[in-house]
Nanobody, 126 residues
């Protein structure tokens, strides 16, 4: 069983920055449920979309088209915490940001990871 806890959301003006954090904890013997991590978001009245995903083995990152060049995903050396650095924020970045994890890369990039956090809210005002 995997637990994901997000933090770092808040309210900023357009052009501002935020840093989201997600700590992944696993309570099972497999030890691989946090292997791949990512961020997704859902704006009011819209479908959930992938923001960024990260693999450390092999090293790889993927970004949604709407955030490329503005957001950066990373993981700490211990690999239990993932970060999402948000720069040049726009009002359309407003939404709930969810951290997710999976032991397989395929479900992560397909937008169907196994484990989800409860989300942290980001509000960008114009």
């Amino acid at each position: 069983q995997v637990q994901l806890v997000e933090s770092g959301g808040g309210s900023v003006q357009a052009g501002g920055s935020l840093r989201l954090s997600c700590t992944c904890s696993e309570y099972s013997s497999s030890g691989s449920g946090c292997k791949y991590m990512g961020w997704f978001r859902q704006a009011p009245g819209k479908e959930r979309e992938g923001v960024a995903t990260i693999s450390t083995d092999p090293p790889s990152t993927r970004y949604g088209d709407s955030v490329k060049g503005r957001f950066t995903i990373s993981r700490d050396h211990g690999r239990s915490t993932a970060y999402l650095q948000l720069h040049s924020l726009k009002p359309q970045d407003t939404g709930m940001y969810f951290c997710a994890a999976d032991r397989l890369w395929g479900p992560m990039v397909a937008g169907r990871p196994t484990s989800w956090g409860r989300g942290t809210r980001v509000t960008v005002s114009s």
